[in-house]
């Protein structure tokens, strides 16, 4: 696609249930990340992609907190149990290479609420 | 691990005037790569302007430009003939050169900017 497209936009769940979001990188990037930000907050690194290589996972907050990616494509984080903290922002970013000095593109972010 | 200082929550400017966000940082490294990002209130977060550690010259995007001190780890953002368009939550971002992963990008907590009309 032309950009990094995230779905759902905007989700509302009540505490205790789980929930899935999805990122869609722009094609060919092979290295994508996920971001949580809190209301007035910056972004806080959760999980980095690179390629077929092991993920690094050292930002996830918590076990009820997982990604997956299968090769260059499609992510999906997933929040089990979720809890009223967990209210944020979360953002997906793509780059190519995963070079230090390339642009990161991001997506708009799934909005979610817990209640 | 690097860390990411604004100390502006929020700045006003008249339009058409100049503003300069201020951003320190935190690391250990002598290679890395500084970032501005712009976030207006569609979510979108978008480059507006990069810096190599390794380069003396500041940085320059048409109205934006930077004032890099790397012995001060100082980093700031100056924008000129501000803009109504210019509204937006900026964030200061360090990389360090190693890529991605814990290195990834990391945010200051960000600057509001306001341009009064």
């Known amino acids: 696609g032309a950009g990094v497209s995230q779905s759902p936009s905007n989700k509302v769940t009540e505490k205790g249930k789980d929930v899935e979001l999805r990122c869609d990188p722009i094609?060919?990037?092979?290295?994508l990340y996920w971001y949580r930000q809190r209301l007035g907050q910056g972004l806080e690194f959760l999980i980095y992609?690179?390629?077929?290589?092991?993920?690094?996972k050292s930002g996830l907050p918590s076990d009820r907190f997982s990604a997956e990616r299968t090769g260059e494509s499609v992510s999906t984080l997933t929040i089990q149990r979720t809890q009223q903290e967990d209210s944020a922002v979360y953002l997906c970013?793509?780059?190519?290479?995963?070079?230090?000095?390339?642009?990161?593109?991001f997506g708009q972010g799934t909005r979610l609420t817990v209640v | 691990a690097q860390t990411v200082t604004q100390s502006q929550p929020e700045m006003s400017v008249q339009e058409a005037e100049t503003v300069t966000l201020s951003c320190t940082y935190d690391?250990?490294?002598?290679?890395?790569?500084l970032f501005w990002y712009k976030q207006p209130p569609s979510r979108q977060m978008i480059l507006v302007i990069r810096?190599?550690?390794?380069?003396?010259q500041n940085a320059t995007e048409n109205r934006f430009s930077v004032n890099f001190q790397k012995a001060a780890k100082s980093f700031s953002l100056k924008i000129s003939d501000s803009q109504l368009g210019d509204a937006a939550m900026y964030f200061c971002?360090?990389?360090?050169?190693?890529?991605?992963?814990?290195?990834?990008?990391?945010f200051g907590k960000g600057t509001h900017l306001i341009i009064q009309p």
């Open positions: 810096q190599e550690a390794y380069k003396q």
């Open positions: 690391t250990s490294e002598s290679d890395y790569y």
């Open positions: 094609s060919g990037h092979t290295a």
């Open positions: 971002a360090y990389r360090g050169y190693s890529g991605g992963g814990a290195d990834g990008l990391t």
């Open positions: 992609f690179q390629g077929n290589s092991a993920p690094d």
């Open positions: 970013a793509s780059s190519f290479h995963g070079a230090s000095n390339t642009e990161a593109f």
